[in-house]
């Protein structure tokens, strides 16, 4: 590093700051001064915090790296009288002042997504299987249009991806209670339901789910021996094909 004179000296070890890394558990805000560590690995515990910054003016040069160490679904959020930043739970980000302002200069996961700032080529990552990561996940975009973003919007619930788009439907005619041909049915495949339509071809007099009497017995078999008579009418059965 130079001096004043011109010389040079190496440095034989790390550069340290002086009480430069602060952990914490936070019980309220906390304001921050030209003192403060610069590294604050805070745990909000167990509420969303404040975390202000120093006025910018007098601040040039200073930076403050923030990791939010929560065990649960805490923010900070980082403050110089407007919010410079949220820093969600297993999250960090880095804000530095030229002395006018503060920036953000490493942003936090929530904010790079937010700016379209994280986006991974699809053939550069993969989900391995927890046991075997030979298991892999791939996925692939090149099918979408250039210039758009395509969303997956997951239900609440769980869901094997293995039946989307398997979806079969048919209506037969009802019979007495036993074996009915539903054409293309396996014994691998899941009823949903067999919607009963009471009424010969004429009005509609009511309709029940009957589904629960009816098992796949053999291919292009279902059965309900004991259960419902349908003679006289119609039966739509839903099911999910995954031969």
């Not at 539903?182 to 339509?197: C, K, S």
Request: aromatic letters at 6%; proline letters at 2%; one cysteine or more.
């Amino acid at each position: 590093m130079p001096f004043k004179n011109g010389a040079t000296k190496n440095l034989t070890a790390q550069l340290r700051l002086r009480d430069g890394v602060d952990v914490r558990t936070l019980t309220g805000a906390l304001t921050l001064d030209a003192t403060s560590g610069n590294y604050l690995l805070l745990d909000p515990g167990g509420a969303t915090r404040t975390v202000t910054l120093p006025a910018a003016a007098g601040s040039n040069g200073l930076a403050f790296f923030v990791a939010n160490t929560a065990d649960a679904a805490e923010d900070i959020l980082i403050s110089d009288g407007g919010t410079v930043a949220t820093v969600g739970q297993g999250q960090a980000c880095a804000v530095a002042s030229n002395g006018s302002d503060w920036y953000v200069v490493i942003p936090s996961v929530a904010q790079a997504i937010a700016a379209g700032l994280v986006v991974v080529a699809d053939g550069n990552f993969r989900i391995g299987d927890s046991a075997d990561l030979t298991k892999r996940i791939a996925f692939e975009a090149s099918g979408i249009t250039a210039g758009q973003t395509r969303t997956i919007t997951m239900p609440d619930r769980a869901i094997d991806l293995g039946y989307v788009g398997q979806m079969q439907l048919d209506l037969i005619t009802g019979g007495a209670a036993g074996n009915h041909t539903l054409t293309g049915v396996t014994t691998a495949d899941a009823l949903i339901a067999v919607m009963y339509f009471v009424g010969a071809g004429t009005d509609v007099t009511d309709i029940s789910d009957i589904g629960g009497e009816f098992s796949i017995t053999s291919a292009n078999t279902i059965n309900n021996t004991g259960g419902t008579n349908t003679t006289g009418g119609k039966m739509l059965v839903l099911w999910l094909n995954v031969a």
